[in-house]
């Protein structure tokens, strides 16, 4: 498959087997990744209750996606919780097993005030009225890879170019705490990945790539974020390399776990900064 695809259902995007952004970090080690983590994680996806209401809050907020349905009273706690009885595990499958999403009732109340943070902040909703096409996929080869990318939400062709929309959520939407995620999630590398199946499959490069953060609890802040130039080189020589480390496993039919060679850790400059100022200043000898 190549090309933009609209309106592919959520569940078909996910069974495809082109290499995701998500799967591209799975296999490098600055994000605790390896061949062997990717081809675990093929066969066993993981759900959370974090998850749950991510997802809950994407479908809010873009107006697409799985619904959802809280928890009725007799699957709660007296506090409540979700209950972890067999009925309950049993009517969480049902729901799930019909494309709906359980939540609780006090998960709802968040969801519907993280969305309607959203969409009242003054610049979160125009560039989500400027980028109407919701869930969009994108399949193209890359590097000689079958590739896909899935927007939150993409612009046709402006005036201002092609404006792509990605929706985090967060419990800092700070830039310093978007910075600090940034970094630690490979946001880099989704926006570098995203941008390279998007070009590869549509000739020119997105305009403009912009992350709308929403803090998790209340009063539930907003913030609109975007990388700079040398975030997006650094996300697509990771990407690159991704790639690369797909291509050859694949090739091989080897998937690897970590070196298993013994090896020296060095502190990192940081903690020797630290260290020097805490220690030698107070001329402390160890």
Known sequence: MNGIVKNLPDADYHARPELSSTGARLLLPEYKGSPKKFQWAKTHPRNSRAFDVGHAVHA?????????????????TPSG?????????AWEAEQREAGL?????????????????????ESARPLLEVAVHREVSVFADVDGVPCRARFDALSDDTRRGVIAVDLKSATDATPFGFMRDAH???YDVQEGWYRDVYTASEGHDIAEFWFIVLE????YEVGVRALTDEWVRMGRAKAARARDIFRECTGRGVWSGYDSNPEYVAPPTYAVIDFEMEYESAEIHV
Not at 60 to 66: S, T, W
Not at 81 to 89: G, L, M, R, Y
């Open 60 to 76: 809010k907020v873009l107006g697409v996606g799985a619904g959802t349905v809280e928890y009725p009273e007799e699957h709660l």
């Open 101 to 121: 999403t359980p939540i609780s009732p006090a998960e709802a109340a968040s969801i519907d005030a993280m969305a309607e943070a959203v969409l009242k902040h």
């Open 184 to 186: 630690k999630h490979g």
């Open 81 to 89: 919780n979700v209950s972890t009885k067999a009925a309950t595990v």
């Open 216 to 219: 998790k609890t209340g009063p």
